[in-house]
């Protein structure tokens, strides 16, 4: 998490440049597969974190997935299904790094 000023003449992706309806990202499919969200308000910053995270290399468990994940709060507590779907993204995309599972 960064502030937005301190991104003055950066390129910046909001959840609504991530994926489409029709074509979501890898790691919004995984939140809808694990029930990752209930009201929704805190869906966005856990995505866009989860990709930040997975894209830095920080999934390599679920404690460094939990710690990775820690400023984002969920009001409805569905820390378990966040945690399945990130975890769930970061295999798939460490199977296409490494050219598919085996
Ligand atoms: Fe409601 Fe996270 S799904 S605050």
Same mark, same amino acid.
């Given at each position: 998490?960064t502030?937005?000023?301190m991104?003055?003449?950066?390129?910046?992706?909001?959840? $609504?440049?991530?994926?489409?309806?029709e074509?979501?990202h +890898?790691?919004?499919?995984?939140?809808? $597969?694990?029930?990752?969200?209930?009201?929704?308000?805190?869906? &966005?910053g856990q995505?866009?974190?989860?990709?930040?995270?997975?894209s830095e290399?920080? %999934?390599?468990?679920?404690? $460094?997935?939990?710690e990775w994940?820690?400023?984002?709060?969920?009001?409805?507590?569905?820390? &378990?299904?966040?945690?399945?779907?990130?975890r769930?993204? %970061?295999?798939?995309? %460490?199977? +296409?790094?490494?050219?598919?599972?085996?």
């Open positions: 998490m502030l937005a000023i991104q003055e003449g950066r390129r910046v992706t909001t959840i $609504e440049g991530l994926g489409t309806p074509s979501p +890898a790691v919004q499919s995984a939140f809808v $597969e694990h029930d990752g969200m209930q009201c929704g308000f805190c869906t &966005p995505v866009m974190s989860a990709v930040a995270l997975i290399g920080h %999934a390599g468990s679920d404690d $460094e997935i939990r994940m820690s400023g984002n709060l969920c009001r409805c507590a569905a820390y &378990p299904g966040i945690l399945a779907a990130v769930t993204a %970061a295999m798939a995309n %460490a199977d +296409a790094v490494a050219g598919g599972p085996s």
